[in-house]
């Protein structure tokens, strides 16, 4: 009988860590901006960036943009922190932050934990891409003793 307690309490914490775990976003975390795309409709070729910074989601829906691109010699910054909120299971993500051209809800095209593209418009004719890709959390390097 206490074998089978034991075994129950314990199944019973593995399930909890694993529900826990299961509702905390996946786009919590660190992440690189590989790609900016705008494409306007009706042209072949629109304006690209690649690896223009990073993006840090918290799972309190805060988070933090740094990022810097060229527009013809002209240097955009967004360099401010934001609000996002995600819907309809990770459908749609929408980023508050003034003043930034990232403000805005955006649907949600491929979702993978290490993986992100958005796509969104600006109330034109102009679509923009967004690519996410998760930054390798990185490890500190082990404690060296002097001898």
């Known amino acids: 009988i206490i074998i089978m307690k034991t075994t129950i309490q ?30 306007t409709l009706g042209q072949q070729q629109g304006s690209s960036f690649n690896n223009i910074g990073t993006m840090s989601f918290d799972k309190k829906g805060t988070g933090e943009k740094d990022i810097s691109y060229s ?15 995600s819907y309809h299971n990770d459908e749609y993500i929408s980023i508050k932050s003034e003043g930034s ?28 891409v967004l690519e996410l890709v998760k930054k390798k959390e990185e490890k500190p390097a082990p404690a060296v003793e002097n001898q």
């Open 71 to 85: 527009v013809l010699g002209a240097v955009q910054q967004d360099k401010s922190p934001f609000e996002w909120t």
């Open 10 to 39: 314990l199944s019973l914490i593995a399930l909890a860590a694993i529900l826990f775990s299961a509702c905390a976003p996946r786009i919590a975390g660190n992440w690189t901006v590989q790609r900016y795309e705008a494409i």
């Open 101 to 128: 051209n990232l403000s805005k809800t955006w649907i949600v095209v491929v979702n993978k934990r290490k993986h992100q593209i958005w796509k969104s418009t600006d109330g034109t004719n102009i679509i923009h």
